[in-house]
């Protein structure tokens, strides 16, 4: 059994628009929709560590093959009869490293700026407060006094109430 005290009038509980401010206040503030955003930027982080682990394994790549065509392309240069097929070689190595890493960097870089436009959309969606009623629209409902050291609400409706001492 609950026993609820309520002393105030009938006159002061919620009507009309405040009502309706409030009831899209709860509207908005759905714990769920605020959870399935942060669960898509979850989602868009792991995206990003993922890229950036792939950005440094395809570097690694890249270098590896490099280092391992220069090797043999060194020891041709040390030569001199095969000195300029070893620089030859040496030259296409680089080109091949430079656009495979510049491929790599690209693609990185394109991947990145499409995951933080996502992450921008879902920061966007997480401070909309276009739910809320104001006024203006977008704001929380104000008060419609600013003294209240006198105990009374009034905003010239009936609902108005005083407290009697």
């Known amino acids: 059994m609950n026993l609820v005290l309520d002393l105030r009038p009938p006159e002061s509980r919620l009507y009309g628009s405040w009502e309706e401010r409030l009831a899209a206040v709860a509207r908005f503030s759905r714990p769920d929709e605020v959870h399935a955003v942060c669960e898509k930027m979850?989602?868009?982080?792991?995206?990003l560590a993922l890229?950036?682990?792939?950005?440094?394994?395809?570097?690694?790549?890249?270098v590896g093959k490099v280092i391992a065509e220069l090797?043999?392309?060194?020891?041709a240069t040390a030569v001199p009869p095969?000195?300029?097929?070893?620089?030859?070689g040496a030259v296409a190595s680089v080109?091949?490293?430079?656009?495979?890493w510049g491929t790599i960097v690209v693609l990185f870089y394109e991947y990145v700026t499409s995951l933080f436009e996502e992450q921008t959309n879902l920061t966007n969606q997480l401070n909309d407060n276009k739910a809320?009623?104001?006024?203006?629209a977008g704001t929380w409902p104000r008060s419609t006094t600013q003294d209240f050291s006198d105990g009374t609400w009034s905003d010239n409706d009936k609902?108005?109430?005083?407290?009697?001492y």
Do not use: K, Y
């Open 95 to 100: 080109a091949g490293f430079i656009a495979l």
């Open 132 to 136: 809320f009623p104001g006024p203006p």
């Open 159 to 164: 609902s108005d109430w005083q407290m009697r």
């Open 71 to 75: 090797i043999p392309e060194a020891a």
């Open 42 to 47: 979850q989602g868009s982080l792991h995206d």
């Open 82 to 88: 095969t000195a300029p097929a070893g620089l030859a």
């Open 51 to 62: 890229a950036i682990g792939g950005f440094w394994l395809g570097t690694l790549i890249a």
